[in-house]
């Protein structure tokens, strides 16, 4: 038996199924809850019950939203899904996201509609992927998240403004010419 650590969530619940099952003849056959074949290891292993709920998350998580905290939120909630085995992500995600969104849906007040859901969002997934990046992980390491490649137009303007604040912020004698036309 060798181990496949959770952070591989494909071959991780599919180890989970072998553990339990005895003699799959295919990857089809073990994605095969009574009869019923699910898209995923990890899905299977759900529906047959090899898997524990989330409660314990949502307690936790429900406790620390009273102190309406939501950067804290976020470090808690990055921490839970990166060390501990968190069975629906994103279920945790879109229950909590009002609290987790808390300070963005405020400095964004002013926006309306579809716009500043946008922002909302992006900032809340940008803020997160920095705390998972810190304990060596990524939004995009969680298919259940919402992904920042979903705001092209929203990372594009976040990169330009990290280049102008640098660029500002750097001493002109060692500020450098840079081209966004490309060479002359």
Same mark, same amino acid.
């Given at each position: ?31 095969? !809850? ?29 406790? !620390? ?7 804290? #939120? ?45 922002? !909302? ?11 998972? #990046?810190?304990?060596?992980?990524? !939004? ?7 992904? #920042? ?36």
């Amino acid at each position: 038996m060798i181990h496949v650590s959770p952070r591989d969530m494909q071959r991780f619940y599919m180890r989970v199924l072998l553990c339990h099952r005895k003699g799959p003849t295919s990857f089809e056959i073990l994605r095969t !809850v009574d009869g019923v074949p699910y898209d995923s290891y990890r899905e299977a292993a759900l529906h047959a019950g090899y898997l524990e709920d989330d409660s314990e998350w949502v307690a936790c998580m429900t406790e !620390v939203s009273q102190l309406r905290m939501p950067y804290q #939120l976020r470090q808690l909630f990055a921490t839970i899904i990166v060390y501990s085995q968190v069975v629906e992500v994103g279920d945790l995600w879109e229950r909590f996201y009002d609290n987790l969104s808390l300070d963005f849906s405020y400095t964004y007040r002013s926006l309306e509609g579809n716009a500043k859901e946008e922002m !909302v969002t992006f900032h809340t997934l940008k803020i997160l992927n920095n705390l998972l #990046l810190a304990n060596g992980s990524a !939004v995009a390491h969680f298919e259940d998240l919402p992904q #920042l490649c979903e705001y092209p137009h929203l990372v594009l303007d976040s990169l330009l403004q990290m280049i102008c604040t640098r660029i500002l912020t750097t001493p002109k004698s060692r500020t450098t010419s840079i081209s966004l036309t490309g060479p002359s």
